[in-house]
């Protein structure tokens, strides 16, 4: 068993938009299958899907199940405890870190983060000084390990660190030891938005992709994703306005 896997975080339950990540986005395909096909066709890790117990998610194990990875259901609200117990189930000592509602995941920096050395409790791409898991670019996972969970987990109950997982790690960045990689500047923050939260993000983002996969392949990435925009700028005006209106 590797020490190291990917953890998908997944669920059904949206506020914003249900089931937006098993809903059809490119040839009947959801986008946690795509984001499944695209990451077996290109890394050999383990690959589990962490979701909730609630009857609704079913539609998930299904999902797992059909496309030949492994699935953990755990708590609904305490997503930091249902990281813990997944990784400890598969024997996961190293965890790549995965949200099923990013359908741009750049599997080429993917790559680059599983090689990212395990002494580290926290790795992923820094983006205007910032952790890109934070920001609504939606391009990136992040890694981390069993050990730091665990201290999140004893150190606090806040509500927050236990729904968003690693918060906690670079917000109390004095108490862990974190590999920020540099990332070249691409994109404009201000036109760019890739994370999936609502309807009006799921039409935009459903044509973008088809675009990129006609275009290019299954397999493209940020520098694809750029030029397609460039291509086709009336998105750009499209995201600035979601943009706006998600602003919290």
Known sequence: MSETGIIIQARTG?????NKIILP?????????????????????PIV????????????????????????RGSENNVLSRFIETAKKNNFKNIIRICADNPFLDIEDLVLLTKQNNSYDYSCFKINHNPSIISHWGLWAEKTNLNALVKISRSTNEKLYLEHV???????????KINYISNSKLFDTRKIRLTLDTIDDFKIQKEIFTLLVNNKNMFFNKHDILEILEKNPIYFDKMIKNIKQNEK
């Open 14 to 18: 949206s506020t914003r938009l249900p």
């Open 25 to 45: 986005f490119y040839k009947e395909k959801g986008i946690l299958e795509l984001i499944v096909e695209r990451i077996k066709k290109s890394i050999d890790i």
């Open 49 to 72: 899907v962490a979701t909730t117990k609630n009857s609704k998610d079913d539609a998930i194990v299904k999902i797992a199940s059909k496309n030949g990875v492994g699935c953990y």
């Open 166 to 176: 690693t918060n906690y790690i670079y917000k109390n960045s004095d108490k862990f």
